[in-house]
């Protein structure tokens, strides 16, 4: 009677511990800085974005969140150190639909399985681009920069930030959609693909709203569509492709994510502190100066997102004719 009684009251006391242990390490974190890894170069909408949260996360955390620019390889350099990186709610990583979405299509030795070696945290916003023209061609629609395309066929070349991004696609469905004949040539980010496109070296490119949106503002870009499904509200006379009649209905998507294995308690804690900001008329203001429609989704959602979502960019790549590398 007295080993039962003692295995009883041992067994409730392992019950008891079990059920406060994840209060309990959730109330000890954090207890150290955060880092969060952006795996494109400064100045563009991942570190702009990026440093927005942290100083956010920061006041809402009472830690410091610092952010990390670790750049290379369209993304995969970053998500590469944080897949390695311990899952203790202390390393978390920017991410994107060409990362996620598009890097598995094209290349053939990607170091790191969207689903399995990262836990979503929340996708926080949709990124569409803008097809942009330098004013010095005085194209004023997609229409006319078709009927000019075929005036130069095999001597345009359009630009995009990378190669197997998302402006690389778009670029690419365009070209055979119209059968254009255009030349791919991929940058290192938007910025360098923007100022050769503004000085007139390339003369069209589908770029990221936040990286062409002062460009267009200031009158040195020629804004023709974007690649939405309804209208850009800083560009409100610029049309979607959808309603050009182009059946390209893909945008891409930021988002954050976690190593696999971070307590589940910490990616919720994150997500529902990260949709507070992004859901806020404020918020919503800031993403859209950053070139971002605010969404704010739970884990779950954005688990659902991917799962559902980057068959169809693998589609695209397929119809681009983009051979994996």
């Known amino acids: 009677m007295k080993k039962t009684a003692a295995a009883l009251a041992g067994a409730l006391l392992l019950l008891a511990t079990t059920a406060v242990a994840p209060d309990a390490f959730a109330q000890a974190w954090p207890n150290k800085p955060i880092r969060l890894v952006a795996p494109y170069p400064p100045g563009g909408q991942t570190d702009v974005v990026s440093r927005y949260f942290a100083e956010k996360l920061t006041?809402?955390?009472?830690?410091?969140?610092?952010?990390?620019?670790?750049?290379?390889?369209?993304?995969?350099?970053?998500?590469?150190?944080?897949?390695?990186?311990?899952?203790?709610?202390?390393?978390?990583?920017?991410?994107?639909?060409?990362?996620?979405?598009?890097?598995?299509?094209?290349?053939?030795?990607?170091?790191?399985?969207?689903?399995?070696?990262?836990?979503?945290?929340?996708?926080?916003?949709?990124?569409?681009?803008?097809?942009?023209?330098?004013?010095?061609?005085?194209?004023?629609?997609?229409?006319?920069?078709?009927?000019?395309?075929?005036?130069?066929?095999?001597?345009?070349?359009?630009?995009?930030?990378?190669?197997?991004?998302?402006?690389?696609?778009?670029?690419?469905?365009?070209?055979?959609?119209?059968?254009?004949?255009?030349?791919?040539?991929?940058?290192?980010?938007?910025?360098?693909?923007?100022?050769?496109?503004?000085?007139?070296?390339?003369?069209?490119?589908?770029?990221?709203?936040?990286?062409?949106?002062?460009?267009?503002?200031?009158?040195?870009?020629?804004?023709?569509?974007?690649?939405?499904?309804?209208?850009?509200?800083?560009l409100p006379d610029v049309p979607t492709f959808e309603e050009l009649g182009y059946k390209m209905n893909l945008v891409g998507w930021n988002g954050i994510m976690a190593p696999a294995g971070t307590p589940k308690e910490i990616v919720e804690r994150v997500s529902a502190e990260l949709r507070k900001v992004v859901q806020t008329p404020e918020g919503k203001e800031k993403l859209l100066d950053m070139g971002l429609f605010a969404t704010g989704t739970t884990p779950a959602e954005m688990t659902e997102i991917m799962k559902t979502g980057c068959p169809a960019w693998g589609e695209a790549v397929k119809r681009a004719g983009v051979e994996p590398e």
């Open 59 to 234: 006041a809402a955390l009472g830690q410091q969140v610092i952010v990390d620019n670790k750049a290379g390889a369209q993304g995969m350099v970053g998500a590469e150190i944080v897949k390695n990186a311990p899952p203790d709610g202390y390393t978390f990583v920017y991410v994107n639909s060409s990362m996620m979405c598009i890097n598995p299509y094209v290349y053939k030795k990607l170091p790191y399985d969207g689903l399995k070696d990262f836990a979503p945290v929340t996708q926080h916003g949709l990124a569409p681009l803008a097809m942009v023209t330098p004013p010095s061609l005085g194209l004023k629609s997609v229409k006319e920069f078709i009927a000019w395309a075929n005036q130069n066929r095999g001597k345009v070349n359009y630009a995009s930030f990378g190669t197997g991004s998302s402006s690389h696609i778009w670029g690419e469905m365009l070209n055979q959609a119209e059968k254009l004949d255009m030349t791919h040539v991929p940058y290192k980010g938007a910025g360098p693909a923007i100022q050769d496109t503004v000085a007139g070296h390339i003369p069209v490119t589908i770029q990221d709203l936040a990286a062409s949106g002062p460009a267009i503002s200031g009158g040195k870009l020629t804004p023709l569509a974007v690649t939405s499904t309804v209208r850009w509200p800083r």
